[in-house]
């Protein structure tokens, strides 16, 4: 009888699979090693499907698909996605705090991804790091040298009193919503970066506020998405919309300890509004926040911290681009256009914002194409008043905006230029900056003519053509979400074949990101095209002659957008 061989199970797959003897050795086993061969002694994983094919063991052990989960409900599909989420983030945690690579909301066996093993790195990171303000040099804001350093992951984790819906959409605000805020991926994001950060201290004042506002946020925007419970996910936006709107009420007439989250919150919740899709309110908030900041601007509200500089630059591009629909103030009750007294003032507030660095990289504009954007506003506000005493003032600033813009236009065909001089190929990033920026300069002399000599479509048909043809360039190159004001500018002056049917492949992206006014935006839009051509019939004239003037449109239509 011969010798009893001892069986083991528990040497490396290479050796068990070759039917040898391994000395398990790690990292690497003798064998292995001799071959030059990778050792790997971790869990093999094998898909059985259920097609009666027969499966080679090769040491391993198997289970048939169906009855892998038997027992368990299916997993919908938000939860799926939640699940996928997690493996990155607990991937990014681990390497940070391997303490705290274990997730309260780790659903073990349950998950279908619970076979998968963190790797983590030796290096640790204390926690309290992560709510540390990065101080950038503005500078050099595009360094690719920032991105490490400004990456934030925020988590929930640490809160076990959370529901589950709360901590899946506060994930989704940072990875997907976030993404949303921004045209093109920015390594200085405050959406992914200083809005959940601060809303981590969700237990008091501000903070609370701007935690309720983004998980409103978020909700509003998953109700906008496809194959999604609107239903559940309007409530939800409306509950935390609610309480947001509560704390506000109950903190803002205390001192304000904290101003730069406050006035982040409101602007969150300005967002709501502008998610949800009902297009008047978003404006309450507006003129809510800059009222807040007029009166605390002793406190160099300003300049205090890189991120309160972005707070102020993004309510000033709010207020801006919104006054391009309205006029310079808007009565909140009536909606009437009323005079303003800043036109000729000592530096304004909104002049004080827009000097200072970086000006207009979050909605992906140059500060100089902002000012003028500003200045045809403002001007086209002087000539409706008919002020005759005001003639060389607009002779002047009709001359400064064409100047601004001739330059920013021949900057960037040279940039163009010398690129192609060089043999260089720019990064994608770069390419989709130019995109939209080359689409804001062209939008911006649709915006002059239209507004200020009410010429026909006619007269800026090259400059419509050219905003849409860098709008399709961008979406050519990426999935982002292009601003809006640049598209729509050209989009409602659109009459021919080829330029309405890119406005349409505009409308059609424009409309999937899950922002409920992009629906608004869309049917101001039509309703402009509708009436051109309702009035071409009428006076059997040329649609390129036919001039709409689409704030007209959008007050007949009791909408009020804000493109951006």
């Not at 993004?314 to 009323?338: C, K, P, Y």
């Not at 479509?457 to 043809?469: A, I, N, W």
């Amino acid at each position: 009888m011969g010798r009893l061989r001892d069986r083991t199970f528990t040497g490396c797959w290479n050796c068990r699979s070759r039917r040898v003897k391994c000395n398990e050795a790690k990292p690497a086993c003798g064998a292995c090693l001799r071959r030059g061969v990778r050792c790997n002694y971790g869990t093999k994983l094998v898909w059985v499907e259920h097609d009666n094919q027969v499966y080679k063991s090769d040491g391993r052990r198997s289970w048939r698909c169906d009855l892998t989960w038997s027992g368990y409900a299916p997993l919908p599909a938000d939860v799926v996605d939640y699940l996928i989420l997690k493996c990155d983030q607990d991937r990014t945690m681990a390497s940070a705090a391997p303490d705290c690579a274990s997730s309260v909301w780790d659903l073990g066996h349950h998950s279908p991804f619970s076979c998968f093993q963190l790797q983590s790195n030796e290096q640790s990171m204390d926690s309290s790091d992560q709510f540390e303000e990065v101080m950038v040099d503005f500078d050099n804001i595009d360094s690719p040298s920032l991105s490490n350093a400004l990456i934030l992951m925020p988590s929930l984790s640490e809160n076990p009193d959370l529901t589950w819906d709360d901590q899946f959409l506060f994930d989704h605000y940072v990875r997907d919503v976030g993404s949303n805020m921004m045209p093109v991926e920015h390594a200085r994001n405050p959406w992914k970066s200083d809005y959940p950060a601060l809303a981590l201290g969700r237990t008091w004042g501000s903070n609370k506020i701007l935690y309720h506002a983004i998980i409103s946020h978020a909700a509003f925007h998953l109700a906008h998405m496809p194959l999604r419970d609107t239903n559940k996910y309007s409530l939800i936006g409306s509950k935390n919309y609610a309480i947001a709107i509560h704390e506000l009420r109950l903190n803002i007439d205390n001192d304000l300890t904290d101003f730069a989250t406050t006035v982040a919150s409101i602007l969150s919740l300005m967002f709501a509004e502008i998610y949800s899709g009902r297009s008047r309110y978003w404006r309450h908030h507006h003129e809510g926040a800059w009222k807040l900041v007029e009166n605390h601007r002793s406190r160099d509200t300003l300049s205090s911290t890189d991120f309160t500089r972005i707070l102020m630059q993004n309510l000033n591009i709010a207020r801006t681009i919104s006054q391009t629909a309205t006029g310079l103030i808007q009565d909140l009750e009536n909606g009437d256009v009323s005079e303003t007294p800043e036109l000729l003032t000592t530096p304004s507030l909104s002049a004080m914002i827009t000097s200072t660095p970086a000006y207009g990289f979050t909605i992906g504009a140059s500060g100089t194409i902002l000012d003028c954007i500003s200045k045809i506003t403002r001007l086209q506000h002087v000539m409706a008043n008919q002020q005759n005493d005001m003639t060389h003032y607009v002779d002047e600033t009709l001359e400064s905006i064409l100047s601004q813009l001739n330059c920013c236009r021949n900057q960037a065909l040279g940039d163009m230029i010398e690129d192609e001089y060089a043999n260089r190929q720019p990064s994608l990033q770069t390419l989709l900056e130019r995109s939209q920026n080359k689409a804001f300069i062209y939008a911006t002399y649709v915006y002059l003519y239209r507004t200020l000599f009410d010429v026909p479509p006619r007269s800026v048909k090259g400059y419509v053509t050219e905003t849409l043809r860098y709008v399709d360039d961008f979406f050519t190159l990426s999935e982002g979400n292009f601003s809006i004001w640049p598209a729509f500018i050209a989009a409602v002056e659109a009459y021919t074949v080829d330029d309405m049917a890119a406005a349409r492949r505009w409308l059609e992206r424009s409309t999937s990101f899950g922002m409920g006014n992009r629906e608004s935006v869309e049917k101001v839009v039509r309703e402009v095209w509708r009436t051109r051509e309702e009035r071409c019939e009428a006076l059997d004239i040329d649609l390129g002659i036919i001039a709409v003037d689409w704030r007209e449109v959008m007050r007949e239509m009791n909408c009020d957008v804000l493109l951006v």
